[in-house]
């Protein structure tokens, strides 16, 4: 007998060999028609898998990520198998699960793929998933696998195959199909009721521009079809969201060839956008002690080399910029917080004079590669609102809970309300790829658990998603779309003070060494502003907006009526413009709404004899004539309602 623990925490004792499903099974039949996947001691299984030891079994449905994971996985072997069946000559990669969906890298030879090919690929994806066919899983030595892709002049598979080790290689089969793979499928095709093949696109083999480019198939799928209809339906509106098409439209940002790809160029509305994000984040720190600083766009590579950033990411950063003098060489700073350490080193400090919270609105630069960079989330330079925290043991729980309070202002004063913490910790089995102790490593760990509890975070923890100098509490924002994002980090460090040999003198008139917590609510301002122009639909917060409202005149005799509401405005800091234009009122209403503009003050004859203004909401609900002082009422009350004071 074996005892299986369940995720309440119930313990129940069956034969070994009992299966996932026949589990889920003894729980309820209702259940188990439900249940998809399984994952047993933290490794994901199939429903079909034996269990010879005791150990803690999940059982997952659609509605669980992992369900879906598996579910989509699954999806990509018949896409694999529906592609194989069209294009015979096709060559398989490699073919995971994403987020949202999965796709598949193939090498199509001589054959070329366009979309018009979706239909017959979808259309054959469903007549394999009719079959309800078993996913079966099987083990086979690395000398066979080798030999059934050789045969197949599959060079990318046997590549796969000769970095693994004999004994941990598996092929899944399901019809007449076999696929290289590790595991975690449903338990036959024909759960899967609705296919999609949603874009192609270049993908370098392994990632690398030198090896070939494949054709990546991207595609989703549901146990129904009202789901996919649905999920259609939300990738519409997204495309009406994407943040390039609205920021062109809304004349906030652009790029240039001549200035050089993933470098954006902030046009003047967008520029003062930016500006009243800083100011509304500058006058919170303000309250909460930071002191702003100004670094260099460079630094000497002695400065990366000592941080370890050269270490970690010179190869794939901006190389180094050498000078006329000999061996001297800088680099385009890809991070703040080097900068900040020698900030701190200017002068010494005693434990009476910490913390210090040094803040900076600080570009930071970045190679990203020509294919991954995308609008404003994928960039080479960046702004990041940086801030770095030095203090002393006792004073860490305190500011790193100040730190949350100011990411969790910003976040409600910008309308984003659903998310979740992450507390991304060391993967345990790659020691290499971080600095520092296995002691502070562990401590600034506790450090962050222990905070996200205290603060009540509904939190979770991600093995190997910390940063390589020390782990960090990741805050992933659901949009209105229902996208999550990852927006504001917060980072516990013991590393850096080290390499940097940075000190503070304690009570026991001995030096120290503080503890650096890095931050950045926003983390880059350029991606911020792409989540935030999608999650809004470009409707911000009319704190934030470019223009609050527009004053249109149904006729130029009502001009000088429009400069005075202006001026009005104006006086009360209400962001207002006149469209002057010789157009139709319906053409400037429109174009006004395009604009999104939230609030028209319409004019004529009836409201310059009365000293009133006819206001029209974007959206077009009609609040009728009001005074100025009324409207300034109006505005200042909708602003105060979003835009709270922040409470250190």
């Given amino acids: 007998m074996i005892q299986i623990t369940l995720p309440d925490g119930s313990i129940r004792e069956f034969e070994s060999g009992i299966t996932p499903m026949e589990v889920a099974k003894n729980i309820s039949e209702g259940f188990a028609r439900n249940v998809i996947s399984a994952q047993f001691n933290t490794e994901t299984i199939e429903t079909t898998t034996p269990l010879t030891t005791n150990g803690d079994l999940v059982l997952y449905t659609w509605k669980d990520d992992n369900g879906k994971q598996a579910f989509w996985h699954s999806t990509s072997h018949i896409m694999a198998q529906a592609v194989k069946d069209l294009y015979p000559n096709a060559i398989l990669t490699i073919g995971p699960s994403i987020e949202r969906g999965f796709y598949y890298d193939i090498d199509f030879g001589e054959d070329t793929l366009t979309d018009k090919d979706f239909p017959k690929i979808e259309a054959r994806m469903l007549e394999i998933a009719r079959g309800k066919h078993d996913y079966k899983m099987r083990s086979t030595t690395k000398a066979e696998a080798l030999d059934y892709y050789k045969a197949l002049n599959n060079t990318y598979k046997v590549e796969l195959i000769e970095n693994l080790e004999d004994g941990t290689i598996t092929f899944c089969d399901h019809d007449t199909f076999t696929d290289l793979c590790r595991g975690?499928?449903?338990?036959?095709?024909?759960?899967v009721k609705a296919v999609k093949i949603l874009s192609l696109a270049?993908?370098?083999?392994?990632?690398?521009?030198?090896?070939?480019?494949?054709?990546?198939?991207?595609?989703?799928?549901?146990p129904k079809q009202k789901e996919l209809k649905e999920y259609l339906e939300l990738l519409e509106e997204a495309k009406k969201r994407d943040h390039r098409k609205l920021?062109?439209?809304?004349?906030?940002?652009?790029?240039?060839?001549?200035?050089?790809?993933?470098?954006?160029?902030?046009l003047p509305k967008g520029a003062a956008l930016r500006e009243r994000l800083e100011n509304f984040l500058k006058k919170a720190q303000k309250k909460a002690g930071y002191e702003m600083v100004m670094t260099p766009h460079i630094g000497q590579k002695e400065l990366y080399v000592t941080s370890g950033h050269y270490e970690k990411y010179g190869a794939d950063s901006f190389q180094p910029i050498t000078t006329p003098k000999d061996d001297e060489e800088f680099l385009l700073k890809p991070m703040n917080c080097p900068h900040h350490c020698e900030v701190y080193n200017t002068k010494p400090f005693s434990y009476k004079e910490l913390p210090k919270r040094y803040a900076e609105f600080g570009t930071v630069y970045r190679y990203e590669q020509s294919g991954e960079l995308h609008g404003l989330t994928r960039v080479r330079g960046f702004t990041q609102d940086d801030a770095h925290i030095f203090c002393t043991p006792d004073q860490l729980d305190q500011e790193f809970k100040n730190v949350i309070d100011l990411v969790l202002y910003v976040f409600g004063s910008l309308g984003f309300e659903n998310f979740t913490a992450q507390v991304s910790v060391r993967d345990m089995e790659n020691p290499d790829k971080y600095i520092g102790s296995t002691e502070n490593w562990e401590k600034a760990e506790n450090a962050i658990i222990s905070a996200a509890k205290d603060k009540g975070l509904n939190y979770v923890i991600e093995e190997g998603e910390a940063a390589?100098?020390?782990?960090?509490?990741?805050?992933?924002?659901?949009?209105?779309?229902?996208?999550?994002?990852?927006?504001?980090?917060?980072?516990?460090?013991?590393?850096?003070?080290?390499?940097?040999?940075?000190?503070?003198?304690?009570?026991?008139?001995?030096?120290?060494?503080?503890?650096?917590?890095?931050?950045?609510?926003?983390?880059?301002?350029?991606?911020?502003?792409?989540?935030?122009?999608?999650?809004?639909?470009?409707?911000?917060?009319?704190?934030?907006?470019?223009?609050?409202?527009?004053?249109?005149?149904?006729s130029e005799k009502y001009e000088k009526y429009a400069e005075k509401v202006l001026n009005s405005l104006e006086n009360n800091e209400i962001r207002a413009l006149v469209d002057y234009r010789n157009e139709t009122m319906g053409k400037k209403i429109r174009d006004a709404e395009v604009n999104k503009i939230p609030y028209m003050l319409i004019i004529g004859e009836q409201e310059a004899d009365n000293g009133t203004i006819s206001v029209r909401k974007h959206g077009g609900e009609d609040l009728g004539s009001i005074t100025i002082e009324e409207f300034s009422e109006l505005i200042s009350k909708e602003i105060k309602s979003t835009l709270k004071e922040f409470i250190v």
């Avoid at 975690?184 to 759960?191: C, D, K, L, S, Y």
């Avoid at 652009?254 to 470098?263: E, Y």
């Avoid at 301002?525 to 249109?552: D, V």
Wanted: charged residues 20%.
């Fill in 247 to 266: 920021g062109k439209e809304l004349e906030l940002f652009t790029f240039s060839k001549k200035v050089g790809q993933g470098l954006p160029l902030w």
């Fill in 202 to 222: 270049g993908a370098y083999w392994r990632g690398n521009e030198n090896n070939k480019q494949l054709t990546r198939l991207y595609g989703i799928s549901f």
């Fill in 184 to 191: 975690g499928h449903i338990p036959n095709t024909g759960i």
């Fill in 468 to 554: 390589f100098y020390g782990p960090k509490l990741d805050f992933m924002v659901k949009d209105a779309l229902g996208r999550t994002w990852q927006l504001g980090t917060i980072q516990v460090d013991y590393n850096l003070p080290e390499r940097f040999d940075l000190t503070y003198k304690g009570s026991d008139n001995e030096l120290h060494r503080p503890i650096m917590i890095h931050r950045a609510p926003f983390g880059s301002m350029e991606r911020f502003i792409a989540i935030l122009l999608e999650h809004t639909g470009g409707n911000f917060p009319l704190w934030l907006m470019p223009e609050q409202a527009i004053i249109l005149s149904i």
